[in-house]
């Protein structure tokens, strides 16, 4: 004998075994007597193993299981990858975008700047020259920045 059947059974257990019971008499595999002399054991087993015997020569009302076949599981598979890898990508996504916000904040920011006070040097109004990045003044806004300010107030 197994060693489950000689483990207790549950009052769950007892009743789903007088339900099947119940469901063999409807289809006629069991006569009213039978049925009531077995339901009066079921409720009375202690074991598993006396369950068991009392269901043993009735068929098995379990429906046989789906077995998936090796191309649904390599489906499964297949999905559950492509959802990771989905993830992945949007984690990736939303780090390069953050560090690209505050990139582009930071250029930004530099360029509010350059326009409202220049690169290096305030510029000329009457004669501006510039190089790329470097504001050059001329002699003329040279002499005027000095004539207004003092020598510290050079940037």
Request: charged share 25%.
């Amino acid at each position: 004998m197994p060693r489950s059947a000689t483990l207790r059974a549950s009052d769950a257990e007892r009743e789903a075994v007088a339900d099947r019971l119940h469901q063999a008499a409807v289809e006629g595999r069991i006569e009213p007597e039978e049925l009531e002399e077995r339901l009066h054991a079921a409720l009375r087993a202690r074991t598993y193993g006396d369950l068991k015997r009392l269901v043993a020569d009735l068929p098995g009302d379990r429906r046989p299981a789906r077995r998936r076949s090796p191309a649904g599981t390599a489906l499964v598979v297949a999905f559950r990858l492509a959802l990771v890898l989905i993830a992945v990508v949007a984690v990736i996504t939303v780090a390069v975008v953050m560090a690209a916000w505050w990139l582009l904040w930071m250029v930004l920011w530099m360029t509010m700047r350059s326009r409202r006070y220049g690169w290096a040097r305030p510029r000329s109004k009457l004669e501006p020259t510039s190089m790329d990045f470097f504001t050059m003044p001329n002699r003329r806004s040279h002499a005027a920045h000095f004539s207004r300010t003092s020598w510290r107030s050079w940037p």
